[in-house]
């Protein structure tokens, strides 16, 4: 089994910036993809941003230059660094780790009101 935990969710005003993490914990393949995924309230789960283990990245269209994804293989912990928000960023977004099955996080909230 694979736990996922994630921190740094919450309020922002447009334009700001918020880091997310998410650290993985259990049985971990070695070879994975780790990534996010949002919810924005009366809509479907979205994926944002996926990050292979060798470090190769893929972002969904509405967040690419303003979004980044990194992942430390040491601390099995997966980031996604949040610039220029905006106000549709606002969701709830929830960390995977696709490897040997898909687990998912509990989601943290991410806010972006002025």
């Known amino acids: 089994q694979v736990q996922l935990v994630e921190s740094g969710g919450g309020l922002v005003q447009p334009g700001g910036s918020l880091r997310l993490s998410c650290a993985a914990s259990?049985?971990?393949?070695?070879?994975?993809?780790m990534g996010w995924y949002r919810q924005a309230p009366g809509k479907q789960r979205e994926w944002v941003a996926s990050?292979?283990?060798?470090?190769?990245?893929n972002y969904v269209e509405s967040v690419k230059g303003r979004f980044t994804i990194s992942r430390d293989n040491a601390k099995n912990t997966v980031y996604l660094q949040m610039n220029s928000v905006k106000p549709e960023d606002t969701a709830v977004y929830f960390c995977?780790?696709?490897?040997?099955?898909?687990?998912w996080g509990q989601g943290t909230q991410v806010t972006v009101s002025s």
């Open positions: 259990g049985s971990i393949f070695s070879i994975n993809t």
């Open positions: 990050i292979g283990s060798g470090g190769v990245t």
């Open positions: 995977y780790l696709l490897g040997g099955g898909k687990y």
